[in-house]
C-alpha cells in the first residue's frame, strides 16, 4: 500500500511538473508568436507599399527594424543604424543619343533614336565616338584549332567602330554548337571591347539570331563606349558618329545594421541577417503576378525572415555564444541582385577574417502542415554544420530537415559564402503565393516559426566556442556564367531529393502550364537534354532558345508523360 502511494505522489508530481513545463512552454510559444505576428504585420502592411528598394516604404521598413535593434538594446555599426547604397531606377535613352553617316566630316544622313536604332543595355550612359567604320563579319572568336577571330582579320579595330552582324552565317540551316558559344551579343561585345574599339554598332545577321531588346537593363554590366543597334539597311564605307545620352536616376537603399552592446572588435563575429526589401508594385520586375497593378507585401518574403531575425536578438540578449560577437543586419536590395549584401561584404565595419559564420533567414514563415519540412542551405561550407544537424533536438513528427551543401543560391547568404566564410540559409519551403500579391500575413505559420527559430537558436548556441569554423567550398563554387534566353515558368522544389525535377509551383501564362504541367509533376527530360537535378535543368536551359517547341518527359502520380512546349 505505501509503495503503490508512493507511486502515485511520484507519478502525479511528475504529471504536475509536466503540465508546469508544457504550459510555460505554451506560454512562451505565444509570447513569441505575439512578437512575430506584430513584427510581420507591420512590415507586410500596405502603408509600406511592398517595401521595393530605395522607395518610401523600404526607408519606413529600415526605420522599424533600427528601432527595435535599439529597443532591444543593440548599438549601431556605422555612427548610425543605416548603411546606404546607390541603385539605378532605370535607364531611359534620351533625345540626344545621335546615330550618324558622315563623309570624311561632313554630315551625310542622321537615323532616327527609336525607329531606326537604339542603345542597347552594354552602352555607356554617357559617351561618344567619331570614326572609320570596320565591317567584323559576325564578331566570332574562337579559341580552338581553328582561332578563328573575326575582329583581327578585320584588321586593325583599335580606336574603331565595329560592325558586327547578330547571330552567325547559317544557325537556323546549319547549326554550330561551337559557333553558338560565341554568337550571343555579350561575348561579341566583350571581345570587341577588348580590342580597343571605340564603339560598336550591331545590324541584322542570321535569319534565327535573336534582335536585342530596346528597353535597357537597369543593372547590366555597361561598357565605357556607345553600342547600338541598327534596325535599316546599311550603307557602307562611310564614317560614323556615335553619341550615346541615357538618363539614369538613382535612389537610395538602407542596410540596417546592429551590434551587441559588449561588441569588441578582437572578438570573432556570429552573423544573423535577412532581407527586408521586396517587390513594391512590382516596378523592378520580379512578380509571378499578372493581374492588374497590386501591392506586394511579403510577408513570408522576408518579412518573416525579419522577424525571425529581431527574435532572435530579443533572445540572445546578453548572452555569451563562447564570447563570440553577434551582429544582426538586415539587408535591402535584395530582389534586385543581393545588392545591399554585396555593398556590405566590400564595406564591412569588422575584418571580414573576424567573421565567425553567417546565419541568413529567407523566407520562414511557410513551414508545409503536412510535410513539415525546414530546409539548411549551405550545410557543405563548413565541416561543423553537419555534426550540428545530426545532434539536433527535435520532435521529427512536428518537424523535418533537408539539407543542401551548396553555399551559393538566390540569396545573401551567397555574398558571404563568395569570401570564403561559412555559411547557413534558412528557408521553409516555396509556395504558390511566392513573389505574388497573395503573399500576406495570414497565411504565416507561426508554430511553424517556433520550431524553426528552436533549430536555429541550438545550432547557433552549439556553435558559439572560441574556436573559428573551419570554411569549405562547395562544389559550384563559382556563380554560374549561364544566360538563359528563355523560361518554362516553373518554380523548382529545392527539397526534393529524387531523380529528375520536381515542380512546386507553375505560373500562370507561362509555357509550362499552357503546355500541361502541374504542380507536383517531376520533369525528367526537356528536348534532347536528361535531367536529374535542377542543374540540370539549367543546363538544359541555357541552350535552348525563344520560339523553340521543345518535349518535355516528366513523371506524373508515377506515370511517365511528353507533353510539348513553346518556348
Known amino acids: 500500500m505505501t509503495f503503490s502511494i508512493h507511486r502515485f505522489f511520484c507519478a502525479a508530481a511528475c504529471f504536475a511538473a509536466a503540465t508546469v513545463l508544457n504550459s510555460q512552454s505554451r506560454t512562451a510559444d505565444a509570447a513569441r508568436i505575439d512578437r512575430l505576428r506584430a513584427d510581420i504585420l507591420y512590415l507586410s502592411s500596405d502603408a509600406l507599399g511592398g517595401r521595393v528598394t530605395g522607395s518610401a516604404g523600404e526607408k519606413l521598413s529600415a526605420d522599424y527594424i533600427a528601432q527595435t535593434f535599439s529597443s532591444i538594446g543593440l548599438k549601431p555599426a556605422f555612427g548610425d543604424w543605416y548603411q546606404t547604397f546607390q541603385i539605378t531606377k532605370l535607364r531611359i535613352a534620351k533625345q540626344q543619343c545621335e546615330l550618324s553617316l558622315l563623309v570624311d ?3 551625310r544622313h542622321t537615323f532616327v533614336l527609336h525607329k531606326d536604332y537604339y542603345p542597347l543595355s552594354q552602352s555607356s550612359n554617357q559617351d561618344s565616338c567619331e570614326g572609320e567604320l570596320i565591317d567584323c563579319g559576325y564578331g566570332l572568336v574562337l579559341r580552338d584549332s581553328s582561332n578563328r577571330n573575326d575582329f583581327v582579320a578585320a584588321g586593325d579595330v583599335k580606336g574603331k567602330i565595329a560592325l558586327v552582324r547578330l547571330g552567325y552565317a547559317g544557325d537556323a540551316d546549319s547549326p554550330n554548337p561551337a559557333f553558338a558559344a560565341v554568337s550571343d551579343i555579350n561575348t561579341k561585345i566583350r571581345e570587341a571591347a577588348a580590342l580597343g574599339v571605340a564603339g560598336i554598332l550591331f545590324i541584322e545577321g542570321s535569319k534565327s539570331a535573336e534582335v536585342p531588346k530596346a528597353a535597357l537593363d537597369r543593372n547590366g554590366k555597361s561598357y565605357n563606349i556607345p553600342i547600338f543597334y541598327l534596325k535599316k539597311d546599311f550603307l557602307p564605307h562611310m564614317n560614323v558618329r556615335m553619341k550615346s545620352h541615357i538618363a539614369a536616376p538613382t535612389a537610395t537603399g538602407h542596410n540596417v545594421v546592429g551590434l551587441s552592446k559588449k561588441f569588441k572588435k578582437k572578438r570573432n563575429t556570429i552573423v544573423v541577417c535577412a532581407h527586408h526589401d521586396h517587390l513594391g508594385l512590382n516596378e523592378y520586375g520580379g512578380s509571378r503576378y499578372e493581374g492588374p ?11 518573416s525572415g525579419v522577424a525571425a531575425m529581431l527574435e532572435l536578438a530579443r533572445n540572445f540578449k546578453g548572452k555569451k555564444l563562447g564570447k563570440n560577437n553577434l551582429m544582426f543586419v538586415a539587408f535591402s536590395g535584395e530582389e534586385l541582385g543581393l545588392i545591399g549584401s554585396k555593398h556590405f561584404v566590400n564595406q564591412l565595419p569588422v575584418n571580414k577574417k573576424k567573421i565567425n559564420y553567417v546565419i541568413n533567414i529567407d523566407m520562414l514563415g511557410r513551414l508545409d502542415s503536412q510535410r513539415r519540412l525546414l530546409m539548411i542551405n549551405g550545410t557543405g561550407t563548413s565541416p561543423a554544420w553537419n555534426n550540428s544537424i545530426s545532434t539536433l533536438k527535435i520532435d521529427t ?4 530537415i533537408a539539407k543542401t551543401e551548396s553555399g551559393l543560391g538566390p540569396s545573401d547568404h551567397a555574398s558571404f559564402y563568395l569570401e570564403n566564410i561559412p555559411v547557413l540559409h534558412f528557408f521553409s519551403g516555396q509556395h504558390e503565393d511566392y513573389h505574388k500579391p497573395s503573399d500576406d500575413e495570414n497565411k504565416i505559420n507561426y508554430t511553424g516559426m517556433c520550431r524553426s527559430l528552436d533549430v536555429i537558436e541550438q545550432i547557433m548556441a552549439g556553435n558559439s566556442s572560441k574556436t573559428k569554423l573551419t570554411f569549405t567550398k562547395t562544389k559550384d563554387a563559382t556563380p554560374s556564367s549561364r544566360s538563359f534566353k528563355v523560361s518554362l515558368g516553373v518554380m523548382p522544389d529545392y527539397a526534393f531529393s529524387g531523380a529528375g525535377m520536381k515542380l512546386d509551383g507553375v505560373t500562370e501564362g507561362k509555357p509550362a502550364i499552357k503546355a500541361g504541367l502541374q504542380r507536383g509533376d517531376v520533369i525528367t527530360k526537356v528536348g534532347s537534354y536528361e535531367v ?27 506515370e511517365t508523360k511528353t507533353t510539348t512546349a513553346e518556348l
Open 105 to 107: 566630316t561632313a554630315l
Open 293 to 303: 497593378l497590386a501591392i506586394h507585401n511579403g510577408a513570408d518574403d522576408n518579412a
Open 397 to 400: 513528427t512536428q518537424i523535418r
Open 532 to 558: 536529374g537535378s535542377v542543374q540540370d535543368y539549367m543546363q538544359a536551359l541555357s541552350k535552348l532558345n525563344k520560339g523553340e517547341k521543345v518535349e518535355i518527359t516528366f513523371v506524373r502520380n508515377g
